[in-house]
């Protein structure tokens, strides 16, 4: 970045600390992760200068002939780690993917049944205050109190009772994986349509390590940028045989279209101008890298590691929401700790560990407050950290969370995370 140095060194000093700031602390947010190389060249690059809003070979712009053959990639390779029947990589991000789920299937008004904000859920899958929630009649299933886990035969009863139009599947926050079967099934049975929102989950089902929604919902979004390991933005898919259930689509102006072109035309014109070509070359690169056999040792060692740490944390009597986790994060209610997610997050920042306070399921505290904590292993995992430094964090969390106030016990266990980040240095990693 010498150029950027040379010209504007503010931005360019800023860039610099934030740089320093991810390589000097424990990146343990569940959402997060540390790209390669090559996807920040590709979204560092003249890309960026494109215009080209249409799909390959159906533009409105002249000059689109290397940015063609580029989406083209990004599309074939995600149709491979997917085994899709179709999919769209121009969403600019999962939110706005998701814009497109809702204007293509419900008008506004209609029902969604989806999962509840503090059991796991997403703001965008009918939260009161995003577009979802003011839009459409949002209504929402949760967790077993006892087990922490999904009910089916609750959300069957909802679903009866409330007849939505529509219901998703997907969260930031759930450690366990879902039964998409007994899901299509309900929607089946009361004629609702099935979206999966893959967006945290995406890199352990393109590696099978959880299971593939594709073969049973209508319609699958994601990110790129959570566990899948590529440049922030978003993507929607439709699975082999989905079209084919989904039934026919009332033609709104004469000619019978199928759900997939309705996707299309719901990311542009619907919701999206032009796309971001710069970062759809990175997520050509991302899915290709996807697609190498390290890239499947690399989300075993994601799920290794978060069974690892959240076994530490039982053993030092944690409470976590479902007693543990399939996939790369972990839920930790604090509520037996005696402190909130607030005051845990701010004690552990000042150690330099990352995480982010979390509701749990059946939080008696606001959002802005929480009980609980939510912590993922991908980003530390691409650093190259194993079983026994993910077991170690979770004793060096339990330091600080039980120790919040008590300067020389943080100031140790910072010097003893600024160690780790020595042995394991950023962009040091991966070399597929
Ligand atoms: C992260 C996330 C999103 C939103 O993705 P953005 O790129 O931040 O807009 C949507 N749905 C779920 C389930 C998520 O976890």
Same mark, same amino acid.
């Given at each position: @970045?010498?150029?950027?140095?040379?010209?504007?060194?503010?931005?360019?000093?800023?860039?610099?600390? !934030?740089?320093?700031?991810?390589?000097?602390?424990?990146?343990?947010?569940?959402?997060?992760?540390?790209?390669?190389?090559?996807?920040?060249?590709?979204?560092?690059?003249?890309?960026?200068?494109?215009?080209?809003? &249409?799909?390959?070979?159906?533009?409105?712009?002249?000059?689109?002939?290397?940015?063609?053959?580029?989406?083209?990639?990004?599309?074939?390779?995600?149709?491979?780690?997917?085994?899709?029947?179709?999919?769209?990589?121009?969403?600019?991000?999962?939110?706005?993917?998701?814009?497109?789920?809702?204007?293509?299937?419900?008008?506004? &008004?209609?029902?969604? %049944?989806?999962?509840?904000?503090?059991?796991? &859920?997403?703001?965008?899958?009918?939260?009161?205050?995003?577009?979802?929630?003011?839009?459409?009649?949002? !209504?929402?299933?949760?967790?077993?109190?006892?087990?922490?886990?999904?009910?089916?035969?609750?959300?069957?009863?909802?679903?009866?009772?409330?007849?939505?139009?529509?219901?998703?599947?997907?969260?930031?926050?759930?450690?366990?994986?879902?039964?998409?079967?007994?899901?299509?099934?309900?929607?089946?049975?009361?004629?609702?349509?099935?979206?999966?929102?893959?967006?945290?989950?995406?890199?352990?089902?393109?590696?099978? %390590?959880?299971?593939?929604?594709?073969?049973?919902?209508?319609?699958?979004?994601?990110?790129?940028?959570?566990?899948?390991?590529?440049?922030?933005?978003?993507?929607?898919?439709?699975?082999?045989?989905?079209?084919?259930? %989904?039934?026919?689509? =009332?033609?709104?102006?004469?000619?019978?279209?199928?759900?997939?072109?309705?996707?299309?035309?719901?990311?542009?014109?619907?919701?999206?101008?032009?796309?971001?070509?710069?970062?759809?070359?990175?997520?050509?690169?991302?899915?290709?890298?996807?697609?190498?056999?390290?890239?499947?040792?690399?989300?075993?060692?994601?799920?290794?590691?978060?069974?690892? @740490?959240?076994?530490?944390?039982?053993?030092?009597?944690?409470?976590?929401?479902?007693?543990?986790?399939?996939?790369?994060?972990?839920?930790?209610?604090?509520?037996?700790?005696?402190?909130?997610?607030?005051? =845990? !997050?701010?004690?552990?920042?000042?150690?330099?560990?990352?995480?982010?306070?979390?509701?749990?399921?059946?939080?008696?505290?606001?959002?802005?407050?929480?009980?609980?904590?939510?912590?993922?292993?991908?980003?530390?995992?691409?650093?190259?950290?194993?079983?026994?430094?993910?077991?170690?964090?979770?004793? %060096?969390?339990?330091?600080?969370?039980?120790?919040?106030?008590?300067?020389?016990?943080?100031?140790?266990?910072?010097?003893?995370?600024?160690? @780790?980040?020595?042995?394991?240095?950023?962009?040091?990693?991966?070399?597929?």
């Amino acid at each position: @970045m010498k150029r950027l140095k040379e010209q504007d060194p503010e931005v360019f000093n800023l860039i610099e600390k !934030e740089t320093d700031r991810q390589n000097n602390g424990l990146e343990l947010i569940a959402s997060e992760n540390f790209v390669t190389k090559a996807v920040m060249e590709a979204m560092g690059s003249t890309l960026t200068n494109k215009y080209a809003e &249409g799909l390959p070979g159906k533009r409105y712009y002249g000059g689109c002939k290397y940015v063609d053959i580029i989406e083209d990639l990004a599309r074939d390779r995600a149709k491979i780690l997917y085994n899709a029947d179709w999919v769209n990589v121009q969403p600019h991000s999962g939110a706005t993917a998701n814009a497109a789920v809702y204007l293509t299937f419900l008008k506004p &008004g209609d029902t969604l %049944l989806g999962l509840d904000l503090s059991h796991g &859920g997403h703001l965008t899958h009918g939260s009161p205050v995003n577009f979802s929630g003011i839009t459409y009649n949002a !209504e929402f299933y949760g967790v077993e109190k006892e087990t922490g886990r999904l009910d089916m035969n609750m959300i069957r009863d909802k679903a009866k009772k409330i007849k939505p139009k529509m219901i998703s599947i997907g969260a930031s926050a759930y450690p366990r994986d879902f039964d998409y079967e007994a899901f299509r099934n309900i929607a089946d049975e009361v004629g609702a349509f099935l979206w999966m929102d893959m967006a945290h989950t995406a890199g352990l089902i393109a590696t099978k %390590l959880l299971n593939n929604p594709l073969p049973y919902a209508h319609v699958v979004s994601t990110t790129t940028h959570k566990t899948l390991r590529g440049p922030r933005g978003g993507m929607l898919l439709i699975g082999r045989d989905s079209e084919n259930t %989904l039934g026919k689509v =009332a033609p709104k102006s004469g000619r019978v279209k199928n759900w997939s072109e309705l996707l299309d035309s719901a990311v542009f014109p619907g919701t999206q101008g032009g796309p971001l070509m710069h970062v759809i070359a990175a997520k050509a690169v991302a899915f290709g890298e996807a697609l190498q056999k390290d890239f499947v040792r690399y989300q075993e060692q994601v799920i290794s590691n978060s069974k690892a @740490m959240a076994a530490r944390f039982l053993e030092m009597d944690y409470d976590l929401v479902s007693g543990g986790t399939d996939n790369h994060l972990m839920l930790v209610d604090l509520r037996n700790k005696g402190i909130t997610g607030k005051d =845990a !997050e701010e004690a552990l920042g000042r150690a330099d560990l990352t995480v982010n306070k979390n509701m749990v399921p059946f939080d008696d505290k606001s959002p802005f407050v929480t009980s609980g904590i939510r912590i993922g292993t991908p980003a530390m995992t691409t650093r190259g950290l194993g079983n026994e430094e993910f077991r170690r964090i979770a004793e %060096l969390m339990d330091l600080v969370i039980t120790n919040p106030g008590q300067e020389s016990v943080i100031s140790k266990v910072r010097d003893e995370v600024h160690e @780790m980040c020595e042995r394991y240095p950023l962009y040091d990693f991966v070399t597929v």
